[in-house]
């Protein structure tokens, strides 16, 4: 599969991507406070305001009837903590080879997928939806895009393979909405994350919670 990248992408940008893309090494489901400190396990982040889930546009990105936990996830504490560039990713236990699917319609803006399961190269697909959210799927497997930048794509349809790419110590998506600064190289760090939640899931009002399990519900 071959892919165009952008003009100004470079291989020190590449190396950025790959530093700035990666979960911390004590994001383990077991131990997500963050680097010492008693066990954290937040129910979102405190004074945000989140979308009303109930009509959000945003789908959870695994096909329907399909049911997975999630590890860190909103200032969860490591990498996610309050604060950081990734407050606002959710990590999805997930298998290796597991299929991932579009969130929202939009255009593949960006594809890197040659890296290797716990390998330091970190595997991404950024989906850029209609309200111009970027949607970054990290962590897939190696070989594991299923499109190709420019691509347009549809509400559920494939994205790609999970896996454990980049700094993960274990198997999961690292599923996060950001902006993008057109005027600087992508992947340059930090960047903002964005607060979104579910409508073909359970109630979630402040997005998905740690250790709870979410089943994609027809929508």
Sequence with gaps: MQRQLPKYFSVATAFMLIVSFSCAKDDGVDNNSGGGGSLLIPNGCDNVGYPNWSVSPHLLPYPVGQSYAIGLSHCGGAQHAAGLPDQFAIDIVMDIGTLVTAS???????????????????????????????????????????VEQGQIVYA???????????????????FIATNWDYNRPYGSYPYQSLPITFSNTRANPKSLIQNEVYEALPY
Aim: hydrophobic residues 30%; charged residues 20%; negative net charge.
């Design 156 to 174: 559920g349809d494939p994205i790609g393979y999970s896996g454990a790419s980049g700094n993960a110590r274990y198997p999961h998506l690292h």
């Design 104 to 146: 929202r319609k939009g255009i593949i803006v960006f594809v890197e997928d040659s890296g290797g399961d716990f390998e330091p190269l970190n595997n991404v697909v950024v989906l850029r939806d209609e309200d111009g959210y970027f949607l970054q799927y990290q962590h897939l497997t190696q070989n594991g895009a299923l």
